[in-house]
């Protein structure tokens, strides 16, 4: 069966950014919302996830969604899974680290992913098989192969959920044990970053699928590596750590 190409999503992602930017001109004027505690939504959430669904529909009508803010819907054997605005919170204080994450499942396997940053003007994208890149030019992970000589990226999406075994202790021992950290606020660009050479490794608790869909595909076609905090290959949200694939190892004995 076929399925949409990136070339086709290209336009559609880009157009959502450019509604999402438009959103950005009056931020004072932003409806902002609390989903739950620490965890915002705004219009511009609403309707650039409305927006991909409309746009991405005509492709393929079979296709169903799984969206932040709308839940799923249709086919989820086939599905667009949408992350409208990752990074919300940078997103309304007129940062520049958020980002628009769209990933198509085809029966349990990521096969498309596309994260566009607006802000920075830079657009991921990567198909099963094919390759990743960055505004159309190849990217590849880092081949920083020691810890001591690694930079790592990190969210806290643990602390807002109240998790008794949250990320701070953790954080403190990897943060001991390399030579740079970086805290973004996107966990969809912080996979695209690891996937671009840009930091080696990039681990959070507590995310859900729309967060990385898009970025896992990306990173995994550059060369990363993908597990849970034992190591193991498996999609897990609620434990991601995506390497450069020589740090997987040694992150491990920390987590």
Known sequence: MSQP??????????KAGALALKGCRSLNQLQVTEKAPRDLVTEIDLQVEEFLIKAL????????????????????ERRWIIDPIDGTHSFVRGQYFWAISLGLEIEGTLRLGAVYAPKLKDLYLGELGKGATKNGLPIQA????????????????????????HNLP??????QATM??????????????????????????EL?????????????EAGCRVTNF??????????VLVTNGLLTKPLVTLM
């Open 57 to 76: 529909s005509k492709l393929d009508k079979s296709i169903g969604f799984f969206g932040e803010e709308t839940g799923q819907s249709s086919s989820q």
């Open 208 to 220: 859900n699928l729309y967060d990385i869909a898009g970025g896992v595909v990306i990173a995994k």
């Open 142 to 165: 880092s081949k920083v192969a020691r810890l001591d000589q690694a930079m790592v990226s990190t969210g806290f999406a643990c602390l807002r959920a109240g998790l008794e075994n």
């Open 5 to 14: 190409t990136l070339a086709e999503i290209t336009p559609i992602i880009k």
């Open 170 to 175: 953790r954080f403190s021992r990897i943060a």
């Open 230 to 239: 034992a190591g193991e290959e498996v999609l897990n949200p609620k434990e």
């Open 180 to 205: 740079g950290q970086r805290r973004f606020g996107s966990a969809a660009l912080d996979i695209c970053l690891c996937a671009d050479g840009q930091v080696d490794a990039f681990w959070e608790q």
